[in-house]
């Protein structure tokens, strides 16, 4: 249904991978979203994949262009909206205990204990700084 010869049309691709595929990928993301950015590495291969073959791209157009174009944002991009989502949610909410679980005080510079709100503070990876400035330019160029 999704490769390359498919008659599917781009979008109903994007949306069975956004229902169906992406879920599975990013389950419990908040948790372990602020992993080393390598184990985070090959679910991102599993999604420029399905770009790639979504697209019927050839090898020398970029992930960035192909994320760009598919309105996709790559997964730890997603996965750092999802956390934050997830605590501002969990922060409010009415049970006091959910709202102390969530509470966090940042640690010191040399702690070396990750906890899952570290990921609303880490730097973006090279693939996701790529994929918004081509959606910068493109706001640009619309504008």
Not at 75 to 86: C, L, P, Q, T, V
Request: with cysteine; hydrophobic share 40%.
């Amino acid at each position: 249904m999704m490769g390359r010869k498919s008659k599917m049309s781009l979008r109903n691709k994007r949306t069975i991978y956004s229902t169906c595929i992406r879920p599975i990928i990013t389950y419990a993301s908040p948790v372990f979203a602020h992993v080393q950015s390598d184990a985070l590495y090959d679910l991102q291969i599993v999604q420029n994949k399905f770009c790639r073959r979504a697209a019927d791209a050839p090898w020398y157009v970029k992930n960035s262009v192909l994320h760009r174009d598919l309105e996709l944002p790559t997964i730890s991009k997603f996965m750092k909206d999802a956390s934050d989502r997830f605590f501002d949610v969990a922060s409010n909410h009415p049970n006091p205990l959910l709202v102390l679980a969530v509470s966090y005080e940042p640690p010191p510079p040399h702690y070396f204990c990750r906890r899952p709100w570290n990921v609303l503070i880490d730097p973006r990876d090279d693939l996701t700084v790529e994929v918004e400035k081509l959606l910068e330019l493109n706001k640009m160029a619309i504008e």
